[in-house]
T-cell receptor
Framework: AAGVIQSPRHLIKEKRETATLKCYPIPRHDTVYWYQQGPGQDPQFLISFYEKMQSDKGSIPDRFSAQQFSDYHSELNMSSLELGDSALYFC???????????????FGQGTRLTVV | DAKTTQPNSMESNEEEPVHLPCDHSTISGTDYIHWYRQLPSQGPEYVIHGLTSNVNNRMASLAIAEDRKSRTLILHRATLRDAAVYYCILRDVHNAGNMLTFGGGTRLMVKP
């Protein structure tokens, strides 16, 4: 079965550069979530989209932005990168189903971003 | 806000059952409990979820205490592949949105 696809899998950037992470949700899933996971930490929610509109916002820095496109794929844009942005970035998708609370989210394998 | 409490870590022997507890004394009647697990270097993976009744699926069972203030995730026969961090997550209808909030999971170690 198709899973959530994230690209690239690994990315190395220098400080103050920009990075774009891409997420392709499972077909017919209408909700996308982005998470950041630092070394030894739990995944932290950044932002989510439902039907191409931002639905929730978590601890996403102002230097980051994201959007969901008409084909439901999503991109996380990160500017003025800092060393502390080095982390695993996960994307997840779900189908809204019965209001969202009763549905499961499927996570991608993540993008490992290293800022040097 | 309702919160969950899990032990930091647990150990199990391979092929034995594992009971992972999750306390949520302030849960409301419309809160779902979802369990996810995260294997090393992988994205979180859905395990099971429930509202008011015990639930079973191919991966695990979810047992709900009579007072609904705690739930236990049961892995019937632990394998080495089950070694992961297990997160018990409250999905509260009163919280903003449907995102999963990860925190304070249980690191399960499985011994051969």
């Amino acid at each position: 079965a198709a899973g959530v696809i994230q690209s690239p899998r690994h990315l190395i950037k220098e400080k103050r550069e920009t990075a774009t992470l891409k997420c392709y949700p499972i077909p017919r899933h209408d909700t996308v979530y982005w998470y950041q996971q630092g070394p030894g930490q739990d995944p932290q929610f950044l932002i989510s989209f439902y039907e191409k509109m931002q639905s929730d916002k978590g601890s996403i820095p102002d230097r980051f932005s994201a959007q969901q496109f008409s084909d439901y794929h999503s991109e996380l844009n990160m500017s003025s990168l800092e060393l502390g942005d080095s982390a695993l970035y996960f994307c997840a998708s779900s189908s809204s189903g019965t209001g969202g609370l009763n549905t499961e989210a499927f996570f991608g394998q993540g993008t490992r971003l290293t800022v040097v | 806000d309702a919160k969950t409490t899990q032990p930091n870590s647990m150990e199990s022997n391979e092929e034995e059952p594992v009971h992972l507890p999750c306390d949520h004394s302030t849960i409301s009647g419309t809160d779902y409990i979802h369990w996810y697990r995260q294997l090393p270097s992988q994205g979180p993976e859905y395990v099971i979820h429930g509202l008011t009744s015990n639930v079973n699926n191919r991966m695990a069972s979810l047992a709900i205490a009579e007072d609904r203030k705690s739930r236990t995730l049961i892995l019937h026969r632990a394998t080495l592949r089950d070694a992961a961090v297990y997160y018990c997550i409250l999905r509260d209808v009163h919280n903003a949105g449907n995102m999963l909030t990860f925190g304070g999971g249980t690191r399960l170690m499985v011994k051969p």
